[in-house]
């Protein structure tokens, strides 16, 4: 069973740009959740989607957005990058509807904003 | 709000040793997960054990094991015989558990474990 995959693995992009990040859940799995890891700030929630639907929003301003497909895949979105978005961008996906079930996660994709 | 805090930036362990990290959290929720991930170099996130807030009994998986203290909102977790695989950042998370609301995770800063041969 293929686990969860995200591309890419590495980004650079300039301050301003815009940058489409993706992920593909394993196989079944209906809930995908994006956490943004900075040596500063550790491992920040940023939204989870369950069946397109987006049940669940962090702390983060409006630049950071994402969405859900019918076959789960999910992408998220920066637009107006600034230096501070350089960070690992992690994708899990979970089986259940309910909590407490098991995240797995994707290797990241490493984002540098220069 | 529910916050995880750890406060062992660093540990070091020998081979065939055992080292317990910390972990202390806080909420006002009854009902909620507790979870250890461990982060090698590789960068993927791997679970190394959960513990279900309801259940007295402290959950083990191996040569991990953790001693949950609900009232003290304690949970450490316990390697023994470490091996050199297990050199890794471990995070504890928190779950709340609200009937499918979400699967949220709220992690600590980690502890990065090293073990020396």
């Known amino acids: 069973k293929a686990g969860v995959t995200q591309t890419p693995r590495y980004l650079i992009k300039t301050r301003g740009q815009q940058v489409t990040l993706s992920c593909s859940p394993i196989?079944?799995?209906?809930?995908v959740s994006w956490y943004q890891q900075t040596p500063g700030q550790g491992l920040q929630f940023l939204f989870e989607?369950?069946?397109?639907?987006?049940?669940n929003k962090g702390n983060f301003p409006g630049r950071f957005s994402g969405r859900q497909f019918s076959n789960s895949r999910s992408e998220m979105n920066v637009s107006t990058l600034e230096l501070g978005d350089s960070a690992l961008y992690l994708c899990?996906?979970?089986?259940?509807?309910?909590?407490?079930?098991?995240?797995?996660f994707g290797q990241g994709t490493r984002l540098t904003v220069v | 709000a529910q916050t995880v805090t750890q406060s062992q930036p660093e540990m070091s362990v020998q081979e065939a040793e055992t080292v317990t990290l910390s972990c202390t959290y806080d909420?006002?929720?009854?009902?909620?997960?507790l979870f250890w991930y461990k982060q090698p170099p590789s960068r993927q996130m791997i679970l190394v054990i959960r513990?279900?807030?309801?259940?007295?009994q402290n959950a083990t998986e191996n040569r991990f094991s953790v001693n949950f203290q609900k009232a003290a909102k304690s949970f450490s977790l316990k390697i023994s015989d470490s091996q050199l695989g297990d050199t890794a950042m471990y995070f504890c998370?928190?779950?709340?558990?609200?009937?499918?609301?979400?699967?949220?995770?709220?992690f600590g800063t980690g502890t990065l474990l090293a073990v020396q041969p």
């Open positions: 899990a996906s979970s089986a259940g509807q309910g909590p407490g079930t098991e995240a797995f």
């Open positions: 196989s079944g799995h209906r809930s």
């Open positions: 989607y369950f069946s397109e639907t987006q049940r």
């Open positions: 909420t006002s929720e009854n009902n909620y997960y």
């Open positions: 513990q279900e807030a309801y259940k007295q």
């Open positions: 998370a928190f779950m709340k558990q609200r009937g499918g609301a979400t699967n949220k995770l709220i």
